[in-house]
Each structure stands twice: as C-alpha cells, then as structure tokens.
C-alpha cells in the first residue's frame, strides 16, 4: 500500500531554463530557490552542471543555500533535496556531484534515452549496450550519492517490454527514484496513466523506490498525464513553476498542485506546498526568465480570479463559491494592492516585501527604499505591482558593465525624435545623441553607440503594472548577439538571447534601462569575459 504524500520535484531552474531565452543569472537563480523552499517543494533541480560553468555555478551556489540557511515560513518538514542533472557518463556525473558537494541532501539525476528511435537516430547505441551503460552509471552515480534518480528519456514512446527491463536493472543498480518522463507531450492521459500502472504491475522492486512522472505540454496535456501518472501509483512529479520549460513547457506546478488541492476528496493525494506562495513564486520566475505569463493562465494569470461578466458579478457578490472553485488568498493572490505612500518606512516597505514573497539582502533592501522613496515623491501610491518591479530591477545587480545616469528626449510631430544619453561605462560616463523614427527608436540607437556591441533586437514589450497614467511601466526586451541572428535560440555554442527588464514612470527611461540590462548580459557572455555565459545585469 502506499501512501497519499507526492513529492513535488521543481525542475524551473533546470528543465525551465531550457525555455527559449528563459536563462537566469547565478544570483536570480538562487532567488528562485530561495523562493521554492518557502513554497515547500521537496526536490530542486537545480541545473546541469556539465552544461556551462554558468550551470555548474549555479547549482554549487543553490547547494550551498538551500537547507544549510533557514528558510522562515517553510512549512513542509524536511529541507529540499538540490539534485542535480547528468547523462549517463562518467564525466557528467563527477561533474553533478562536484557541484552538489556541499548539499546538505545531494540528489544526482542521470538520464539515458531508451525508445528505439533515440537509441538509433541519437544515440547510435543498441538495447545491449543501453541496459549496460544503465547498469554501470547507475551504480556509478550511487557509489558518488545515495540518492540516485534516473529517467529512461522519451519513455513515452518506449516499447513497453525493453522500458520494463531497462528500469529493473536501474533499481538493481541502486537508483532510488524512477522517473518517467513523457519527453515530447506525445501521449495522453488514458496512455500514460496506462504505462505507470504497467511499470508497478511488471518491473520487479519497484516497491522499493519511488515512481515519478515528468510531463512535457506538447498537447496541452502535461497536467492532465502527470494526474493520470499519480492517480497511477506515481509519488513524485517533475513540474515548473508557470508550466516553463523546452518548447511547450512542463507540467505546471501551479496547476497541478492546485488540482491535487482542491480535488483532494475525490483524487486522495496530499502535496506539502504552502499554496499561498504560488502567485509570488510565479511573478518572480517570470521576471527572472522574461517569460510572461498569459493574463489568462490557471491559477496564477491576471484574469484567474478576475469576474468580467455582469451575470459573474452579480452572482460572486451573493456567494463567491458560485463561480470560484478556489479562494485567490489560497494561492497568493492578493487583493491588497494600494498599500504604501511617500510617508511609509522602512520597516512598512520589508513587511510588504515579505508577503509579496521577496527577502533581499540588507544593502539591496537600501537601494530598493531609496529608489521606492524616489517613486513615492513622483507617485501617491505605491502597489504591490510597483514594488515588484523595483525588486526586478535590483536582483540582477552585479556589477554592469554599463550603468545608466541620465536621458533627455525629444518627440513629437515635428522631425525625427532626438535622444541625449548619458551612460557609466567601463573608461567613465559618456553621451552619445542619436535620433530615431521615435523616441525609443532615437534612444535605442544612442545605447548601441555607446554601448558598442553587435545585437539584434528580437522582442520589445511594453505594460504599465499599474492602474493610471502615473503608472510604473515595464518593459521587457530580449536581444541576441550579432546582425540577424538566427530566430531559434539554442543552447551550447549557437546564438543565445538575452533579456532585459526595466522599470520607471517613464517608459522610455523604462526602455533604456531593459535594453542596456540586455546589452549588459551579451557583454558579459563574450569571449573572454570572467562571467561566462548567459548573465545578465540590471542597470
Ligand atoms: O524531458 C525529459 O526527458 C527530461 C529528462 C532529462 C528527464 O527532461
Ligand atoms: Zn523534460
């Protein structure tokens, strides 16, 4: 008989990041740990160690954090695992437990692909040589840790015997969690419950350790198929905060955790996720990753508590329950918006911090009330959405290769918009003036003089956060190293992109700011810089 506990596995930080320009910097990355150990998930992926000294960095970082520093308000017992990714070699797998050396709970995370079509298109291996090389480096990762996960990729489309045998053999060499994934979201809900069950019913020992499901959205089903894997006899599922991931995403922690939660009579399974860090957790993956979340997305989205229809309204007002399954206080939502003014302190401003789910370090909670004392002069109020923005805005400060000091504008009808900038760079503050189709246009391309990189604007968002013309607005931009690069951004040597954030009552200071934010990281991700790869740097 097993029990009714399923451990949530957050794989944001690894599966995630493989979102198209989803990359975080070392410091966003440990904020989202932070943030998942006060959610009170029970396993972090927190990278690929083998991948880029950037990942390995990352996840050395997360596992000298999570569990050894307190986390206040973490409900959830035990602190979270820090696994850490691999490929069935040797060499990655030396390189996951170096990184996870310091963890207080080390997992490593070995994957070997095992439908026919990946053994021979991908591979270039036979079954033979596949159950070998399973049997070997399973061993050979539990000789390093004792807790040992392996997943058979694309297990969704793995003859059902060979998966069988595959798996057996990983739990005789001592993996201690078995993962299934579905790599490409190929399959559906009735098949997928289907071949967890199978895998209870046929693989000898699989008692002893624990089944797990791993679902990508290729479908829309990912959710739906990590249900069925559960309702199966699966006990860990692999999930991303807002569904991020490679090409369609993961399953979504939000959702499934929420489904558990509130189906819980008639589905019968528990989670220890403090539901009412999602909302926080969710705004901060997004303004980490650049990746924003539909107004309309379950749980989480702007619109999901949101009632538009008279009909809607006028029956909330007489019993909530009559159209919301789930309270919006559950999950995070806040209704509190207008909270703080020019007369809040500092104390004011770390408490609104904490329930909006950010801990900044003593000198950024400095920057972050000077600079909201700065918005409460030009503002009345200051939201919750506001504050947010200006906590985007400090987490990647590290030391920018480029800081912004000051911007004057012109636009209108008459001419070309011209743009005075001046900025802080590596040889002391410079101007350039430029003029453009507009005033972002004229100001973009006085950065690029300044600045001096080559890139490609490839995405430019705009949103005021807030009600009103005195609004903070943010932009978001991404770019990408070169002329017309390529449109896909790949991992590992091909063209990366880069996002920016910034955030002001003006928005093309707000653009400004984005767009050096993401000039910045391209710098830092040149040949030769001490940053490597994929960094980025607020201004
Ligand atoms: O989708 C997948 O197959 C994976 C594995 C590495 C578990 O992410
Ligand atoms: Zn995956």
Redesign the pocket.
């Known amino acids: 008989m097993i029990d009714d506990y399923v451990r949530i596995f957050d794989?944001t930080l690894r599966?995630g990041e493989q979102s198209p320009g989803a990359s975080m910097t070392t410091a966003q990355k440990l904020e989202v740990a932070r943030a998942l150990s006060r959610l009170g998930v029970d396993v972090i992926e927190a990278g690929f160690p083998a991948a880029s000294p950037d990942d390995f960095a990352a996840v050395r970082a997360i596992a000298e954090t999570v569990g050894v520093e307190p986390v206040p308000g973490r409900t959830s017992e035990a602190p979270p695992v820090v696994c850490a990714?691999a490929r069935a070699t040797r060499a990655d797998i030396e390189r996951a437990f170096e990184a996870l050396r310091p963890a207080k709970h080390p997992r490593i995370?070995t994957?070997l692909a095992t439908s026919d079509l990946h053994m021979r298109a991908k591979l270039r291996m036979s079954r033979e040589q596949v159950l070998e090389r399973v049997a070997e480096m399973v061993a050979f990762a539990r000789a390093h840790c004792a807790d040992v996960e392996f997943?058979p990729?694309?297990a969704g489309r793995s003859e059902p015997d060979f998966l069988w045998r595959v798996l057996e053999i990983a739990i005789r060499a001592g993996a201690t969690t078995l993962?299934i994934?579905?790599?490409v979201g190929y399959t559906t809900p009735e098949e997928f419950g289907a071949l967890i069950a199978g895998i209870r019913e046929r693989v000898p020992g699989i008692e002893r350790v624990v089944v797990s499901v791993?679902c990508?959205d290729d479908l829309g089903l990912a959710v739906a198929n990590s249900l069925a894997g559960l309702r199966a006899g699966a006990r860990q599922a692999?999930v991303t905060i807002n569904g991020i991931g490679?090409r369609a995403g993961n399953s979504s922690l939000e959702e499934l955790v929420m489904a558990l939660r509130t189906r819980a009579r008639s589905i019968g399974l528990r989670t220890g996720i403090d539901t009412t860090q999602l909302v926080p957790t969710s705004r901060l993956v997004s303004a980490c990753t650049g990746i924003v979340v539909q107004p309309n997305k379950a749980i989480v989205g702007a619109n999901a508590f949101a009632h538009e229809s008279g009909i809607h309204q006028d029956g909330m007002l007489k019993h909530a329950e009559t159209y919301e399954i789930m309270r919006p206080e559950d999950v995070g939502a806040s209704h509190t918006n207008l909270v703080l003014g020019k007369h809040s302190g500092r104390a004011a401003l770390l408490a609104r911090l904490e329930t909006l789910g950010r801990r900044l370090e003593p000198a950024a909670v400095d920057r972050t009330f000077a600079r909201f004392k700065e918005l409460a002069d030009k503002k009345k109020l200051v939201t919750d959405a506001d504050l947010e923005a200006l906590v985007q805005e400090e987490l990647g400060v590290s030391a920018p290769a480029f800081a912004f000091v000051g911007l004057e504008v012109r636009c209108g009808t008459g001419g070309p918009s011209q743009a005075r900038l001046e900025l802080c760079g590596p040889g002391g503050a410079r101007v350039a003036e430029a003029q453009g189709a507009g005033p972002v246009d004229a100001a973009f391309k006085a950065v690029d003089q300044l600045v001096g990189v080559s890139a490609t604007l490839v995405e430019y968002r705009v949103q005021a956060v807030t009600a009103g013309i005195d609004a903070v607005g943010e932009v978001a931009v991404r770019v990408r190293a070169g002329q017309g690069a390529a449109v896909h951004p790949q991992r590992d040597g091909l063209p990366r992109s880069f996002h920016g954030h910034g955030a002001d009552t003006d928005i093309v200071v707000a653009s400004v700011k984005a767009y050096l934010q993401a000039l910045n990281g391209l710098c830092a991700a040149a040949p030769g810089s001490s940053e490597g790869d994929h960094a980025a740097y607020a201004v």
Do not use: A
Request: glycine share 0%; hydrophobic share 10%.
């Open positions: 794989t599966d990714l995370h994957f997943s990729e694309d993962n994934p579905d790599t791993h990508h692999e490679e």
